[in-house]
């Protein structure tokens, strides 16, 4: 069992940022992609970014330009940094893992972020 666990979400201003962590009981490298997702009241779950093992990512339209996914330092961490944040971005940001060589996920509990206008 692989637990991911997020940290870094909290209240900011339109136009500020903020730097969310996912810490994971594996390290990064024994996961195919490490990615975040975000879900807002009332909406469906969607994807903000992905790393994956070769370190190429993908964005989502919405965040390009403004987020960066990357790995930690510690090796089992993968961090989003936020910067421009706009009242849109405010959601549960959940962190998901999948297992290198498998279809095996694991998702966190989530981490609230939330942009005053």
């Known amino acids: 069992q692989v637990r991911l666990v997020e940290s870094g979400g909290g209240l900011v201003q339109t136009g500020g940022s903020l730097r969310l962590s996912c810490a994971a009981s594996a390290s990064t490298f024994s996961f195919n992609s490490m990615g975040w997702y975000r879900q807002a009241p009332g909406k469906q779950r969607e994807l903000v970014a992905v790393l994956f093992s070769g370190d190429s990512s993908n964005y989502a339209d919405s965040v390009k330009g403004r987020f960066t996914i990357s790995r930690g330092n510690a090796k089992n961490t993968v961090n989003l940094q936020m910067n421009s944040l706009k009242p849109e971005d405010t959601a549960v940001y959940y962190c998901?893992?999948?297992?290198?060589?498998?279809?095996?996920?694991?998702w966190g509990q989530g981490t609230q972020v939330t942009v005053s206008s």
């Open positions: 998901k893992g999948q297992i290198l060589g498998t279809t095996v996920t694991y």
